[in-house]
């Protein structure tokens, strides 16, 4: 029974290693750039799941290396609380790394209204990963509070 299964354990060992070295479709294209990027993200919730976000990224690449991202969503305020019981608003930040891989707050944006939501729009250009968080934050502004984590939406490296 022990022979058995180790005689198992090393087929599959065996064919995992072969599926490894051979080179994948993908990486087998003639372009040395990226193909565009279409996709769906969310939703990202902030703790307690009292705020969330989603949309659609697309990420346009043109002949000189560089890429244009745009992004669509929709923001949601979850919190049916009223402010002077507590009640906060709903906030999104979006952060992109350049090719040096620094990063930069490139849009926010609040909605104060349960139930309900508010859409959003914003394109960035030469974007090599992208992300988002969503919190909440008091209906005067100030700090964000009660941030769920980093939600990753898109990589160039993905591609």
């Not at 290396?65 to 019981?85: C, I, K, P, Q, W």
Request: hydrophobic share 35%.
């Amino acid at each position: 029974m022990i022979k058995k299964i180790a005689t198992g354990l090393l087929a599959v060992a065996a064919t995992t290693a072969l599926a490894l070295s051979l080179p994948t479709a993908a990486s087998a294209t003639t372009s040395d750039f990226p193909d565009d990027y279409s996709e769906f993200w969310g939703p990202v919730f902030s703790k307690y799941h009292l705020a969330k976000a989603q949309g659609r990224i697309d990420v346009e690449w043109d002949d000189d290396e560089s890429n244009t991202a745009r992004v669509t969503g929709r923001l949601h305020d979850l919190d049916d609380r009223d402010y002077d019981e507590g009640g906060k608003c709903a906030y999104v930040k979006f952060e992109a790394s350049d090719f040096e891989h620094d990063w930069s707050t490139v849009y926010t944006k609040k909605y104060c209204g349960s139930p309900g939501y508010q859409k959003f729009f914003f394109q960035e250009h030469d974007v090599f990963a992208l992300r988002a968080k969503v919190c909440q934050v008091n209906p005067s502004g100030g700090f964000p509070r009660k941030c769920g984590p980093w939600d990753y939406l898109y990589t160039a490296e993905s591609e």
